[in-house]
């Protein structure tokens, strides 16, 4: 047993010192600094958007001891996360987990840079949510967040980076944006600065289905069409006061989260078929998808 557990332990501290290769302290708010993590080897970092108070005078430290200064590339507050362009090259960029290899109850070590030294804590995944159709990956663990850590990485027992640390999501829950989401935020906020996401301009809540309609769909509940907004997507492309959206191009939709979830930055200027009700009948609707300002 002692054994197993010199093996372990020795494993563990081996999968700390990889990743810390990867792991810088950002100084961009008054209070303690906070961590992050090598994106590319030229100077990309991401971390945690709550803990990037200041958009000017930004500075991170690097694992050799070194000092750069640090520019906001962008920040998505949904995901908590952004990214910061440093003045420096030559970093180590780490290895990512494949989100589909990370299973409830695998250890993991959170892992932060809020001082001079690297700071880790083990824990394990408690939950994980994923969302493929929003870009949704999130991995819940037990590790206690110390103070710095957000923006640092989760990282498995073999020294891959599972996400990136956030206490700033859910109060009191130590979250991980893992891999997929930061590549989706990642590449939309270096094309454009921001998270692209559309809109049709409608005010929805949810509402169960008529029995025959509910088993004709293979779904028990929809969205009913509360308020048009003027002159919005939805009103240009005939969506009324009462319809009920039950699909959006083929994807089914039945809570306000999902119709939220099928209009991905993706689809901004796309004309999308929009399966109501109206009428008791379903029928398609013509939509062009706007850009949420």
């Given at each position: 047993m002692s054994?197993?557990?010199r093996n372990l332990s020795d494993a563990m501290a081996e999968a700390v010192q990889a990743a810390g290769s990867s792991i810088v302290r950002v100084e961009a708010r008054r209070r303690m600094p906070a961590s992050g993590i090598v994106w590319s080897a030229?100077?990309?970092?991401i971390t945690a958007h709550h803990v990037v108070e200041n958009d000017e005078n930004i500075r991170v430290s690097l694992p050799d001891g070194s000092r750069a200064r640090a520019a906001l590339v962008g920040r998505d507050p949904n995901s908590d996360v952004a990214v910061l362009r440093a003045e420096t090259g030559g970093l180590t960029v780490p290895t990512w987990a494949d989100a589909d290899a990370v299973r409830v109850g695998h250890l993991a070590l959170a892992v932060g840079r809020p001082g001079d030294q690297l700071q880790t804590t083990l824990g394990v995944i408690s939950a994980l949510s994923h969302s493929p159709n929003d870009?949704?990956?999130f991995a819940q663990t037990d590790v206690v967040m110390y103070p710095g850590f957000s923006g640092g990485?989760?990282?498995s027992v073999t020294g891959a980076i599972i996400g990136l640390n956030t206490s700033g999501l859910m109060r009191g829950i130590s979250l991980a944006v893992q891999t997929p989401t930061l590549r989706y935020v990642a590449d939309s906020l270096l094309q454009h600065g921001r998270m692209r996401r559309g809109y049709l301009?409608?005010?929805?809540?949810?509402v169960k289905l008529p029995g025959a309609l509910a088993e004709q769909l293979g779904q028990k509940t929809g969205v009913l069409v509360m308020s048009v907004e003027p002159d919005s997507p939805a009103e240009r492309g005939g969506l009324f006061l009462g319809d009920t959206i039950v699909a959006v191009d083929g994807e089914r939709v039945e809570t306000g989260e999902d119709l939220v979830s099928s209009l991905g930055g993706g689809r901004i200027g796309q004309t999308v078929a929009v399966r109501i009700i109206r009428g008791g009948q379903?029928?398609?609707v013509q939509?062009?998808?706007g850009e949420r300002s």
């Open positions: 054994e197993i557990l030229d100077g990309l970092i870009h949704q990956y990485p989760l990282v301009g409608v005010g929805v809540q949810p379903t029928q398609d939509v062009a998808v």
